[in-house]
C-alpha cells in the first residue's frame, strides 16, 4: 500500500502493522471486549455447569445450527444469481430493485412480521388468490427461512457483487475463446476468482443466522429456539445468568471457530483483479431471459411482503363491520398527519422529523466511524503476516456474541455514560465494523501489485498509480461498505445494545411505540412511521449509489 | 502494543467528556433519574409542573421490558443507574424484594391506598398502579357465526371454540405469565391438564403481545384469524380512544367473568444508594398522587390504585362489571414461576 511504503521510511514493518490496528482494537478492547468479559466473570460460575442447561445448550445448538445452514444455503440461491444480475447487466430501473433488496435489512421484525402476514396470513393477498388454501405460514420453520433470505440477500448481493464486477471479462472471454463452455467457465474460471467474496459474504450470513434472534421469535414462534433466544429467556425472563453466561460462551466459541474456518480457507486464495469492469444490456434470448426472470422474482419476492406496509399506512382496507355503511373507508392520510400531534401529551412523543434526522444523524456518524476503523484493518488484513492470521477472527466475534449478554455488560462498564447519545454511533459501529472490514479487505487484497508496479516503472506518479488502480476498485468496495453502515444504522442493530434515550429517539423506536398498544390508529401510524422509514433507506441508497458516477466511465 | 493503555485511557476520557453531567451543581437543578420499562409513558406537562415546584430535572430511563429492567438494577444494585425504579409487577416482586434493591420509604399517599395492593407490607415496593389480563373478544366475529361467547375458562375447551384463541408465550411475555396464572389460580396443579385440554381444542400460541393482538386477533387494525386474545381488560376502551375514525362503540369486549382475569400490579420504589432521597421520596408521593395516578389510565392503560381518581369515561363504560380477578401471592409466584413455565412449555410447546 501507499501509505505503507511512505512510513515504511520511518519506521520498522512491524511497527507499521501495529499501528494499523491500534485503532481498531482500542475500539474492540473498549466496546467489545471489556464490557463482555466484565459480564461473564461476573455472572458465569460453578452453577452453569448443571445438566438441565447443557439440555437446553443441546437442543437450542441443533436446531440454531440446522435453520443456519438451511438459510445460509437458501440465500447464497437466490443472492449469488441476483449478484451476477447486477454486477454484470445494465436494465432500466436497476438502482431501484438494488436498493430495493437492501431495505429489509433495515426493518424492525415485528414489521417485516406484519408485512408477511399481510400476504401470506389468513387474510392476506395468497388467500384472496386462492380461497380454499388453509396454509399457516407464521409459526413455521419455512417463515424462519424464508426471512432470513429476505434479509440477507442483500449481503450476498453487495459483497460478491463489488468483486463480480472488479472481475476481468477478457479472462472469461479467453477461457471462452479457447473452448470452454458456460458452465466450465463458471467452474473454472469465474467461481475460484470469486472464492474470497464468496466465503466472506457467506460467513457474514451466517453468523446473523446463527445469532438470529427477533426472526425466531416473531417469525418462528414458541416451539423454535436458538442460543441467542434461550439466552434472552434466561438471562431476562428466568433471571438464570450463569446459565445465560454459559451459553454466552458456547455461542462465542462456536463463532470464533467459524471465523479461524473463514481465515485458514480464505489466506491460500488471494486473488489479483483488473480495476475495470463491463457492464452490458441483455443482448442474447438467454440473457434477456435471466434478466427478465430474476427481475420478476426479486421484485416479486421482496416488493410484495414491503408494499403491505404503505399500502396498510395510506388505506383503511375494511371497516369493522359494526360499523359499515357509518364510515368511510378507503385512502386515508390520517395516518401521517396524525404523526404529527402529540395528542396525549406524552413526554415520551416523538415528531416524526426529528425522529428521521436523529436517525439519519446516527447513521451519518456510523458510516464516518466505522470507515475510519475499518480501513487501517482492512488494509492490513489485505496482506496477512501472522499477526494478521491470529488478529483477524477477533473481527468477527462482535457478530457472534449475545446481544443481550453484551447489552448487561455495558450497564454495568458504562453506567450512567449509557444516556449519553454519544454512545449509539458507536454501538452501531460494532456490528458495522466486521462488514465494513469484510467488503473492504477482498478489494484491497484484489488490486493487482504487478500492474501498479509497472504503472510506476513506467513513470506513473504515487498519485496517478493510485488514481488509475487502486481507486476504481477502492470506490466501489468504500460505496458498499459504507451503504452497509448506513443500514445497520438505520436498522438500529444496536438498540438492545444500549438504553433507549427518549431525548434522541429513532424511527424504529417510534415504530415500536406505537404497535405497543392496541387501537387502529396506533397500528396505521406505525406503518406509516415504516414507510417513512423504508423511503429515507431507499434515498439514503439511492444518494450513495450517485457517487459512483463521476468519472467513472463504467456507465 | 505499548500504546493501547494510553490510547484506552484517553478513549475513556473522552467518552467521559461527552457524557452528560452527573453530578448536580449546588444551584442548578437536581437531576432524578427513574429506571423504567419501554411501556411507562407519562404526560408533559405534569412532569414540567414537578420540575418547576421542586426545582428537579427528570430524566426517564427506559431499558427494556419489565424483566430486563429489573435484572439490570439487581446487577448494577452496588453503583446504581437511578434513584428510581418503576415497574416491578407481583410476578418480579418477590425476586426483587429478595435481591435487596429498595430502600423503604412509606409514603403518606399510601394511606389512600386499598390493602389488597399493598402487597409489600415492609414497604420497600409500593403500588402504583393495575392492569386486568383478560381475554378480549371481536364482537362481530360472535355476532356473525351466533355464537355464544365463552363465559368460563372451561368453555374455552369446548369444541365450538377450536382454533379461536391465540395466546402469549408465558416463558416470553408477561401477559402471556399472567394468563398461566389466572388459570394456576383456578385449577392448582392440574393446570396441566387444561391446558392439555387448550392445545387438543387448537389454542395459538406466540411470543409476545404485540404478535398476538395485531398479527393475530381478528378484532384489532392487523386482522387476523383468531376471534379471542389474551390482552388487558382496557384494549377495548383504547380501541374506542384510539379508533380512526371515530368509533361509537368498541369493535371488541373483555370476558371479565370471575376468576378469568389476572390481576397485575405494578411498584415503584427507592433504590439504595441513592443520592436524592429526599427528591426520590418527593417523586414517589407525586406517582401516588391524584395528578399522576389520574394521567396513567390515558399514557398507560393501566388503573389508577388510589380509588378516589377520576377514570376516564370509556374505561368506565368498557369495565362497568366489578370484577373478581384471580390472585397468587408474590412468594408462591417466585417459588413456583420457572417450573411452571416449564410444565406449561412442556405440555403446550413440545
Known amino acids: ?555 | 502494543m505499548k500504546r493501547l493503555p494510553l490510547l484506552l485511557l484517553s478513549f475513556c476520557l473522552l467518552l467521559a467528556a461527552c457524557a452528560p453531567q452527573a453530578t448536580p451543581t449546588p444551584t442548578g437543578p437536581q437531576t432524578l433519574t427513574i429506571m423504567t420499562h419501554d411501556s411507562f409513558a407519562v404526560s408533559e406537562d405534569i412532569v414540567k409542573a414537578f420540575e418547576q415546584a421542586n426545582n428537579a430535572k427528570i430524566v426517564f430511563l427506559q431499558s427494556g421490558d419489565a424483566g430486563a429492567v429489573l435484572n439490570k438494577a439487581i446487577l448494577t444494585k452496588d453503583a446504581p443507574l437511578a434513584d428510581l425504579l418503576f415497574g416491578v409487577d407481583n410476578t418480579f416482586l418477590s425476586r426483587a424484594l429478595a435481591a435487596n434493591i429498595f430502600e423503604v420509604y412509606a409514603s403518606p399517599e399510601l394511606e389512600n391506598i386499598p390493602a389488597a395492593f399493598k402487597l409489600d407490607a415492609s414497604n420497600h415496593a409500593l403500588p402504583v398502579d393495575y392492569g386486568d389480563v383478560c381475554i378480549n373478544y371481536d364482537k362481530d366475529y360472535f355476532t356473525d357465526k351466533n355464537l355464544p361467547v365463552p363465559q368460563s375458562l372451561e368453555e374455552l375447551t369446548k369444541p365450538k371454540y377450536a382454533g379461536l384463541l391465540v395466546v402469549e408465550n408465558p416463558a416470553t411475555s408477561s401477559t402471556g405469565l399472567a394468563f398461566l396464572l389466572a388459570t394456576i389460580a383456578h385449577y392448582g396443579d392440574s393446570f396441566t391438564d387444561y391446558w392439555r385440554a387448550l392445545k387438543e381444542n387448537g389454542v395459538v400460541v406466540v411470543d409476545g403481545w404485540e404478535t398476538a393482538y395485531y398479527t393475530n386477533f381478528s378484532g384489532s387494525s392487523g386482522h387476523g384469524p383468531q376471534p379471542m386474545v389474551v390482552s388487558y381488560r382496557t384494549s377495548p376502551a383504547a380501541e374506542v380512544i384510539f379508533a380512526d375514525p371515530p368509533v361509537t362503540d368498541a369493535p371488541t369486549a373483555s370476558i371479565d367473568s370471575a376468576g378469568s382475569c389476572f390481576r397485575q400490579i405494578e411498584f415503584v420504589g427507592i433504590l439504595k444508594g441513592t443520592q436524592n432521597r429526599n427528591l426520590a421520596e418527593k417523586f414517589i408521593d407525586f406517582m401516588l398522587g391524584q395528578q399522576f395516578q389520574e394521567d396513567m389510565p390515558l399514557q398507560m392503560f393501566v388503573l389508577p390504585v388510589n380509588p378516589n381518581t377520576f377514570v376516564p369515561l370509556e374505561f368506565n363504560e368498557y369495565m362497568r362489571n366489578s370484577i373478581q380477578p384471580a390472585t397468587l401471592s408474590p412468594d408462591v409466584i417466585a417459588a413456583n414461576r420457572d417450573e411452571w413455565i416449564q410444565a406449561w412449555t412442556d405440555v403446550v410447546l413440545k
Not at chain 1, 459 to 480: M, N, Y
Request: hydrophobic residues 50%; charged residues 10%; glycine residues 6%.
Open chain 1, 1 to 555: 500500500m501507499e501509505s505503507m511504503n511512505k512510513l515504511r521510511v520511518f519506521a520498522p514493518p512491524w511497527l507499521v502493522r501495529v499501528s494499523f490496528w491500534i485503532l481498531p482494537l482500542t475500539f474492540l478492547a473498549i466496546f467489545f471486549f471489556l464490557p463482555l468479559s466484565r459480564i461473564l466473570a461476573l455472572t458465569f460460575d460453578i452453577s452453569a455447569f448443571g445438566p438441565d442447561n447443557f439440555r437446553i445448550a443441546g437442543s437450542a445448538l441443533r436446531f440454531t445450527f440446522y435453520q443456519a445452514f438451511l438459510s445460509t444455503f437458501l440465500t447464497l440461491l437466490l443472492g449469488l444469481p441476483s449478484a451476477y444480475l447486477f454486477a454484470r447487466y445494465n436494465f432500466r430501473g436497476k438502482s431501484i430493485l438494488r436498493a430495493l433488496t437492501a431495505v429489509p435489512f433495515m426493518l424492525p421484525t415485528v414489521v417485516v412480521a406484519a408485512g408477511f402476514s399481510a400476504l401470506l396470513g389468513p387474510r392476506g393477498l395468497t388467500h384472496a388468490l386462492f380461497p380454499l388454501s388453509s396454509f399457516q405460514f407464521i409459526g413455521t420453520l419455512p417463515a424462519i427461512l424464508i426471512a432470513h433470505v429476505f434479509y440477507n440477500t442483500t449481503i450476498i448481493i453487495r459483497i460478491v457483487g463489488i468483486a463480480l464486477s472488479s472481475l476481468d471479462p477478457k479472462l472469461e472471454h479467453a477461457a471462452r475463446s479457447l473452448g470452454a463452455d458456460t458452465f466450465h467457465v463458471w467452474k473454472d474460471v469465474t467461481l475460484p476468482l470469486l472464492r474470497p467474496s464468496i466465503f466472506a459474504a457467506t460467513l457474514l450470513v451466517f453468523l446473523f443466522d446463527f445469532t438470529s434472534f427477533g426472526v425466531i421469535l416473531l417469525l418462528g414462534g414458541s416451539q423454535f429456539s436458538t442460543i441467542e433466544v434461550e439466552i434472552y429467556l434466561q438471562a431476562v425472563r428466568q433471571l438464570n445468568l450463569p446459565a445465560a453466561a454459559l451459553l454466552a460462551i458456547i455461542q462465542l466459541i462456536c463463532t470464533l471457530i467459524f471465523s479461524i474456518l473463514y481465515t485458514r480457507i480464505t489466506s491460500r486464495s488471494i486473488t489479483q483483479l483488473a480495476p475495470r469492469s463491463m457492464l452490458i444490456k441483455p443482448q442474447t434470448l438467454k440473457q434477456k431471459l435471466f434478466v427478465t426472470l430474476f427481475c420478476i422474482l426479486l421484485s416479486t419476492f421482496f416488493l410484495l411482503p414491503l408494499s403491505s406496509l404503505p399500502i396498510r399506512s395510506l388505506f383503511r382496507l375494511e371497516a369493522d363491520r359494526g360499523q359499515r355503511g357509518k364510515v368511510q373507508y378507503g385512502f386515508t392520510t390520517d395516518y401521517y398527519t396524525e404523526l404529527f400531534i402529540n395528542r396525549r401529551g406524552s413526554v415520551f412523543y416523538v415528531p416524526p422529523i426529528q425522529a428521521t434526522l436523529n436517525s439519519l444523524g446516527y447513521a451519518g456518524a456510523t458510516v464516518v466511524l466505522s470507515l475510519l476503523l475499518g480501513y487501517p484493518a482492512a488494509i492490513a488484513l489485505a496482506k496477512p503476516t501472522r499477526l494478521e492470521r491470529i488478529l483477524d477472527p477477533l473481527i468477527m466475534l462482535p457478530l457472534g456474541s449475545s446481544a443481550v449478554m453484551l447489552g448487561l455488560g455495558f450497564i454495568i462498564t458504562y453506567g450512567k455514560w449509557l444516556t449519553s447519545p454519544w454512545l449509539v454511533p458507536f454501538a452501531h459501529t460494532l456490528v458495522a465494523l466486521p462488514f465494513v472490514i469484510r467488503t473492504l479487505q477482498p478489494a484491497i487484497a484484489s488490486i493487482p501489485q504487478r500492474l501498479r508496479q509497472a504503472a510506476s516503472s513506467l513513470g506513473a506518479s504515487p498519485s496517478e498509480v493510485w488514481k488509475q488502480i487502486d481507486f476504481p476498485i477502492l470506490r466501489r468496495a468504500t460505496l458498499a461498505a459504507g451503504t452497509f453502515a448506513f443500514t445497520i444504522s438505520l436498522g438500529e442493530f444496536g438498540a438492545t445494545l444500549l438504553i433507549a434515550r427518549p431525548e434522541y429517539p429513532t424511527v424504529p423506536l417510534a415504530i415500536e411505540r406505537f404497535l405497543s398498544q392496541p387501537g387502529g390508529l396506533n397500528y396505521g401510524q406505525s406503518m406509516a412511521m415504516a414507510t417513512i422509514l423504508m423511503l429515507l433507506a431507499m434515498v439514503g441508497m439511492l444518494t450513495i449509489e450517485k457517487f459512483r458516477l463521476p468519472n467513472t466511465g463504467e456507465f
